[in-house]
Nanobody, 125 residues
Framework: QVQLVESGGGLVQAGGSLRLSCAAS????????MGWFCQAPGKEREFVAG????????YYSDSLKGRFTISRANAKNTGYLQMNSLKPEDTAVYYC??????????????????WGQGTQVTVSS
């Protein structure tokens, strides 16, 4: 079983940056795709970014327009989401997830096998 724990969330002013981390334990997630999702109050959980097991392939939500960068350090069993130029509409709980099918990046919530508990990101105007 894999446990995922996010950290790095908090309160930041518009235009600021945050770096979220996702630490995995229980087993190595190096063969798995990692994804980040966000969920704002009253909205469904939605895909933000994903990275294949090798780190060589990434995919982002169109709405991000290059502001976020996903990365991973398999040796540390950890994934990251660098968030720049944050906007108030980025305010949400951010979740990391792992998909055992490491050859693909899927945006579907139901395709991910493991989830963290989430970390709150609040962007003030």
């Amino acid at each position: 079983q894999v446990q995922l724990v996010e950290s790095g969330g908090g309160l930041v002013q518009a235009g600021g940056s945050l770096r979220l981390s996702c630490a995995a334990s229980g087993r190595t997630i190096s063969p798995y795709t990692m994804g980040w999702f966000c969920q704002a109050p009253g909205k469904e959980r939605e895909f933000v970014a994903g990275i294949k097991w090798s780190g060589e392939s990434t995919y982002y939500s169109d709405s991000l327009k290059g502001r976020f960068t996903i990365s991973r350090a398999n040796a540390k069993n950890t994934g990251y989401l660098q968030m720049n130029s944050l906007k108030p509409e980025d305010t949400a709980v951010y979740y990391c997830a792992a998909d055992r099918q490491g050859f693909r990046i899927t945006t579907a919530v139901d395709e991910y096998d493991y989830w963290g508990q989430g970390t709150q990101v609040t962007v003030s105007s």
